[in-house]
């Protein structure tokens, strides 16, 4: 009797590593346009609306920077905890308090000048981000609760702390009703990297991030650390690497580069605490990370391409009116086919010829 089974390659070839990626993307325009095509839409140009458009389109690089950004920084913090073996599925939450914490600074030094004010705002938000993470940690390393559970549930905590702030205390007096915080001063809001435009300081910031922890992963005590605690636990503890510390380390570094990107955020193209300050970062930063292979430089690229996606969903909901979960859609075939393109490339099937009686031959 003939069966099948998966069996683990000995070393996947790195073209087939990164060549993954690639293929996932690619994949993921074919099916989506077959998918759209098939309940109505122009499938071809839904995937040339989202996917080319916005590289076509030089007005539209600024929200590519913008949106970009974020999802660097957050998914490099990702990209550590993974390596470590650390599932945070919450950075959207961890995201949301660092902002909270920074429009805490801004509308506590309102109507102030000076410099301090961005930087104060930043380890405001980096604390938070650390904060919320410390969550998690503490309840996964003292009472063994699974992190990806709780990082997820405290995520919708958080979006309920943002509503209930500009709703009550933090409500802009003259805001004429609007659930949302007042303007924040000159100095609490981020300057204008290219006069004229809207992309801030936040993007160059946010390459520096990506180009600190690729040389952190690689090039450090704590990289390695990091690496071996997620790749062989037993090993590490030969090499006398705390799991625990690693945990620690790991979520507290996700929350706070999550925290930090919630404060360039809420300083720079919100310029206030609102409603839909949580905008899904948090959660798209996970394909960014898994799309750039846990590599801080390749998270700079995938961080691009899923910018792309959203820039693309927003125009082909006006050109040719597809639904505003378009760029969702093509988000989660990416991870989706990205997964099963990981399964080939790191296991192959054998065929297993077995005895009536079971036996393997």
Not at 193 to 205: A, D, R, S
Not at 347 to 356: N, Q
Request: net charge positive; with cysteine.
């Amino acid at each position: 009797m003939l069966q099948y089974r998966l069996e683990k390659r000995a070393e996947p070839s790195r073209i087939m590593l990164y060549a993954a990626p690639v293929l996932a993307v690619v994949l993921a325009m074919i099916i989506g346009a077959t998918i759209f095509a098939a309940i109505g839409y122009d499938g071809i140009a839904a995937v040339r609306e989202i996917f080319l458009t916005p590289l076509t389109n030089s007005y539209k690089w600024q929200d590519l920077a913008i949106k970009a950004a974020p999802l660097i920084i957050i998914g490099v913090g990702l990209a550590v905890c993974y390596r470590a073996n650390v599932w945070n599925i919450g950075a959207e939450g961890q995201y949301v308090v660092g902002g909270v914490f920074a429009t805490g600074v801004a509308l506590a030094t309102y109507g102030m000048s000076g410099w301090w004010i961005l930087p104060l705002m930043a380890l405001a938000g980096a604390v938070g981000g650390m904060a919320y993470a410390a969550i998690p940690a503490f309840l996964r390393t003292r009472l063994g609760v699974n992190e990806i559970l709780t990082s997820l549930m405290l995520t919708y905590a958080s979006v309920q702390l943002v509503y209930y702030l500009v709703r009550a205390p933090w409500k802009d007096p003259m805001g004429m009703g609007f659930p949302q915080t007042r303007l924040f001063s000159e100095a609490a809001r981020l300057p204008t990297l290219i006069p004229g435009t809207i992309v801030h300081v936040g993007v160059p910031i946010a390459i520096v991030v990506a180009i600190i922890g690729w040389f952190v992963m690689k090039r450090s005590l704590m990289g390695f650390q990091v690496r071996v605690v997620g790749a062989a636990p037993q090993a590490a503890r030969y090499g006398g690497f705390s799991h625990t510390r690693t945990i620690w380390l790991a979520l507290l570094i996700s929350g706070g580069l999550a925290g930090f990107a919630g404060m360039l955020e809420v300083s720079g193209p919100f310029q206030r605490l609102v409603p839909g300050f949580p905008t899904n970062y948090g959660y798209t930063a996970i394909i960014a990370a898994f799309l750039g292979r846990l590599n801080p430089i390749g998270v700079i690229f995938a961080s691009l391409v899923l910018a792309i996606t959203f820039v693309g969903g927003e125009l082909a909901q006006t050109t040719i009116g597809l639904p505003n979960a378009a760029s969702g859609i093509f988000q989660a075939l990416i991870l989706f086919l990205l997964l099963a393109a990981d399964l080939l490339v790191r296991y192959r099937v054998r065929s297993v010829s077995t005895s009536p009686r079971g036996a393997t031959t």
